[in-house]
């Protein structure tokens, strides 16, 4: 969309003559692993022998063969600060909602997990809700964020619950300077932080569930996320 290029050109998540990507996040099924392994394989990906080998039922690396970018493929769950889940069966998960990519609802998933969440990523979020209306209940509509599957999938786990509420608002406070700048028009900002708006409501109203409450009396006097250890490559 015009819009989110003209954006992410504005605030220098992209620019030109510096690469797209460095590396490449994709998701399958553990019961397609060795399918996926061949298919690497005969591209001429080398793989990360270590992780490979370790974690393998859920996670495999593979580099490309000059070493420009490397592969990242995750096997049924998306696993950092919080876990993401798209199911164990091929053509009965999540990732079956749409292709090439994962749905939109779970992008915004994958945004809202992380525990340290950098510039870069918040400003995903913010082109995620320029580009695509909240939905309570996006009902098969593709181009739709599903407001209602975040709430009842959080409305169980606390901490991801905090942890996504505390991200939407470092996106709105970012994307507030981004305004004062000069990076973000108002009427594009105004309907960025609607959106906002729809999926904190959301995350707000649900009926929350005994493990959820059990768990917001302790609050953070105990950590909430699970630590993650960059891979330095």
Known sequence: MPETISVLHRVGRISEGTPLFTDLDLMGYASQGRSISRVFDSLGFKPDDMINGFFGDRRLVYYEGQNRFHVDIFLDRLEFSHDVLFGKKPGNGRLELDSPTISLTDMVLEK????????????????????HDVKRAADGDREAIDAGHIADLLADDWGFWYESTQNLGKSRQLLGNFVAEGKVPADFAQRIEGRIGKLEAALQSVPKGRAWQKRAKVGTAKRWFREVEEIVR
């Open 112 to 131: 809202l997990q992380i525990h340290r969440i950098g510039r870069k990523d918040l400003v995903d979020l913010i082109v995620l809700f320029l580009g």
